[in-house]
């Protein structure tokens, strides 16, 4: 049963579902739905009676579940801000100033996948052609992680790189890989390390307090 309660003067859905229960349950949904869920035998003037006793509770929960959905919206593309739009009459994502438009999230998903591995394979290579040193042409690959932006790994010559580095602005990327191609010149990280990275991202100090920030 579908209903609709205010409360401190702005509506919200109200979905009531009946069970064999003996107490009632009431909790706030991601979509702000109040689902309360009450005996078969109980009144709907019983449970408008148990929402009103519960007004504190369903104002907390409303600003936990509005703050978690506002952290859970934003997205970053490059250090900048973004707001997804869902329209399906969108045949193709495009970007329009700080807005993101797309057909359906699955499509933006895989466009995003798309673009990383494009992006992430570009600043490969021309970083790699940076290296004056002699270094293996490395194998790319991208994982979400984590504990770690990047990892090298001699056995196969390959660099993996956090997919979440896309939210940064490029300097980042680029200083990540310049760490992981360094380790093939330094496994370590040693002063020499340190010095074949900073050859290359001469701010790296900078970056690296950036990112732990």
């Known amino acids: 049963m579908n209903m609709r309660y205010k409360i401190d003067g702005k509506e919200y859905n109200l979905e009531i579902v009946r069970k064999n229960n003996k107490r009632m349950y009431l909790r706030v949904k991601d979509d702000l739905t109040l689902y309360v869920t009450a005996n078969y ?3 709907d003037r019983e449970i408008l009676r148990f929402l009103d006793n519960n007004h504190d509770f369903l104002v907390t929960a409303i600003k936990r579940v509005e703050k978690h959905n506002e952290k859970d919206n934003d997205f970053y593309l490059f250090g900048k801000k973004y707001d997804i ?3 399906s009459k969108v045949d193709k994502i495009y970007l329009s100033g700080n807005k993101i438009y797309v057909s359906s ?5 895989k ?3 798309k673009e990383t591995m494009k992006l992430y394979q570009e600043h490969l290579d021309m970083i790699y052609k940076r290296f004056e040193e002699n270094i293996p042409y490395p194998k790319l690959k991208i994982r979400n992680m984590k504990t770690r932006w990047g990892v090298n790994n001699k056995r196969d010559n390959s660099v993996t790189l956090n997919s979440k580095l896309i939210t940064f602005d490029l300097t980042k990327l680029d200083y990540v890989i310049v760490h992981e191609l360094a380790h093939f010149v330094h496994f370590d990280h040693s002063k020499a390390f340190w010095e074949v990275v900073s050859k290359y991202s001469p701010d790296y100090k900078k970056i690296r307090k950036e990112m732990k920030e």
């Open 41 to 43: 035998l109980t009144s």
């Open 85 to 87: 739009i869902i329209d």
């Open 105 to 109: 999230m699955d499509k933006f998903n």
């Open 111 to 113: 466009w995003l996948k």
